[in-house]
């Protein structure tokens, strides 16, 4: 009989300690995820606003705030869904804030220069007729035209795959 004495103390310290640590993580856990939403909070509302300015800050601090979050110990039967949910929501952020800034950066500058060569094809060919070098000048700019929308199409969907993922 006093044998199992301290067999049984021995588990009540083992079970004990797994609470504490259990206890413990999870505080952890809420500290980080305190932490990476402080690490933001200084931006906004980041899906209603295009300033590029406060899109680069966001760009730096975002990925910042995620890998905050991703040096969380993980204990066995310890559930890390508040912090895996807190890392899916900041790297969907994450992506549109890509998005948001790709198209705030390099959108209108596709667009003004596809304008720009569409409108002088369009002032090559006016009152013809012309010779067919000039067809071909005003072809070759119609095509760079769209070359650079279709470029900047394909951009702009492959940022909307990875919201999407």
């Known amino acids: 009989m006093g044998q199992k004495n301290p067999v049984k103390v021995i588990i009540l310290i083992l079970f004990l300690g ?26 906004g509302d980041i899906n209603q606003d295009s300033d590029v300015n406060k899109l680069r800050a966001a760009l730096t601090q975002l990925p910042e705030a995620i890998d905050t979050l991703e040096q969380v110990i993980q204990l066995p039967g310890v559930p890390l869904q508040p912090v895996s949910r807190e890392i899916t929501k900041l790297n969907y952020q994450l992506i549109a804030v890509k998005r948001k800034l790709y198209l705030a950066e390099h959108g209108l500058i596709y667009l003004r220069l596809a304008k720009q060569s569409a409108m002088a094809a369009a002032l090559l060919v006016q009152n013809p007729p012309h010779p067919v070098e000039t067809w071909y000048q005003a072809q070759q700019k119609w095509q760079y035209a769209i070359n650079l929308l279709e470029k900047f199409l394909k951009k702009v969907c492959h940022i909307q795959k990875l919201e999407k993922n």
Do not use: D, P
Request: net charge positive; hydrophobic share 55%; glycine share 4%.
């Open 18 to 43: 797994y609470g504490i640590s259990i206890f413990w993580l999870n505080n952890v856990q809420k500290k980080s995820i305190a932490l990476a939403q402080a690490k933001i909070a200084n931006l």
